[in-house]
C-alpha cells in the first residue's frame, strides 16, 4: 500500500484527549460510595449519552431537576466545570494525529455534544485540525449506530474501503468494520503507531 492509500478516522475521547467524567463528578460527593450511588442512581452513562446524542446543557439541567432533583446541583455543577472531566491530552496521540494530518486528510467521528466539543476546543486547539468531522451531537446518532459511519463517507466523499477508524470502544471499532472500514482498537500510542504502520500509513 502507498502511503495514503489509507485515511484514518479517529474518535476523541480515551484516544485524543483523556475523558474522565468521575473526576469532574468527585467534587461533589463526600467519598467514592457515594459517587458509585449517584452513577447508578442516575445511569449517568446513558444519561450523559443524550448530550452527545444533541440534547442541550439546559434541556440536561431541566430534566436533571425533573428526575433528580436531589441530584440537580450535582448536573448543572458538572456541566459548569465540564473541562474537569477532559484533564489533559491521551499520551502520544496527539504527534500521531497531527504527523498524519500534515501528510494528508484525517477525518473523525466522536460522540460528542456539539456545545461541549466548542467549549472544549480552547483548550485542547489541536482538534480544529480535522479535514472533517461528524459529532453525534450534530447528527443526533450516537456511534455505534451505523448511519453515522455512512454520513462521513458520503458528506466528505469517502470510500469506506480505504479507512481505517480508531476508537477506544470494541463495539464502535466492530460497527465501523461492518461499514467496510479497517479497524483498531486503541489502547495506547506505541500500539497505535505499530498498528497504523502496519496498515501503511507514515508520518
Same mark, same amino acid.
Given at each position: 500500500?502507498?502511503?495514503?492509500?489509507?485515511v484514518?478516522?479517529f474518535?476523541?475521547?480515551?484516544?485524543?484527549?483523556?475523558?474522565?467524567?468521575?473526576? +469532574?463528578?468527585?467534587?461533589? %460527593?463526600?467519598?467514592?460510595?457515594s459517587?458509585?450511588?449517584?452513577?447508578?442512581?442516575? #445511569? @449517568? $452513562? !446513558?444519561?450523559?449519552?443524550?448530550?452527545?446524542?444533541?440534547?442541550?446543557?439546559?434541556?440536561?439541567?431541566?430534566?436533571?431537576?425533573?428526575?433528580?432533583?436531589?441530584?440537580?446541583?450535582?448536573?448543572?455543577?458538572?456541566?459548569?466545570?465540564?473541562?474537569?472531566?477532559?484533564?489533559?491530552?491521551?499520551? +502520544?496521540?496527539?504527534?500521531? %494525529?497531527?504527523?498524519?494530518?500534515?501528510?494528508?486528510?484525517?477525518?473523525?467521528?466522536? #460522540? @460528542? $455534544? !456539539?456545545?461541549l466539543?466548542?467549549?472544549?476546543?480552547?483548550?485542547?486547539?489541536?482538534?480544529?485540525?480535522?479535514?472533517?468531522?461528524?459529532?453525534?451531537?450534530?447528527?443526533?446518532?450516537?456511534?455505534?449506530?451505523?448511519?453515522?459511519?455512512?454520513?462521513?463517507?458520503?458528506?466528505?466523499?469517502?470510500?469506506?474501503?480505504?479507512?481505517? %477508524?480508531?476508537?477506544?470502544?470494541?463495539?464502535?471499532?466492530?460497527?465501523?468494520r461492518?461499514?467496510?472500514?479497517?479497524?483498531?482498537?486503541?489502547?495506547?500510542?506505541?500500539?497505535?503507531?505499530?498498528?497504523?504502520?502496519?496498515?501503511?500509513?507514515?508520518?
Amino acid at each position: 500500500m502507498g502511503p495514503r492509500s489509507v485515511v484514518p478516522v479517529f474518535d476523541i475521547g480515551q484516544v485524543l484527549v483523556r475523558w474522565e467524567p468521575r473526576r +469532574g463528578l468527585a467534587p461533589f %460527593f463526600p467519598d467514592a460510595p457515594s459517587l458509585d450511588r449517584f452513577i447508578a442512581e442516575t #445511569n @449517568f $452513562s !446513558r444519561w450523559h449519552a443524550e448530550q452527545d446524542a444533541g440534547r442541550s446543557v439546559a434541556e440536561a439541567i431541566d430534566d436533571a431537576h425533573r428526575r433528580f432533583p436531589h441530584y440537580a446541583h450535582v448536573i448543572a455543577g458538572f456541566y459548569d466545570n465540564y473541562g474537569d472531566s477532559l484533564p489533559g491530552e491521551v499520551p +502520544g496521540t496527539r504527534a500521531i %494525529f497531527e504527523g498524519l494530518g500534515a501528510r494528508g486528510p484525517v477525518y473523525g467521528i466522536s #460522540n @460528542f $455534544s !456539539r456545545e461541549l466539543f466548542d467549549r472544549t476546543v480552547p483548550d485542547y486547539p489541536f482538534l480544529g485540525a480535522f479535514t472533517g468531522l461528524v459529532l453525534s451531537g450534530d447528527e443526533k446518532l450516537n456511534k455505534p449506530d451505523p448511519r453515522i459511519y455512512r454520513i462521513l463517507c458520503e458528506r466528505y466523499d469517502l470510500d469506506p474501503a480505504r479507512l481505517v %477508524f480508531i476508537d477506544d470502544s470494541p463495539g464502535n471499532v466492530e460497527a465501523a468494520r461492518a461499514m467496510g472500514m479497517a479497524g483498531i482498537v486503541f489502547t495506547d500510542a506505541p500500539s497505535l503507531c505499530a498498528a497504523l504502520r502496519d496498515l501503511g500509513l507514515s508520518w
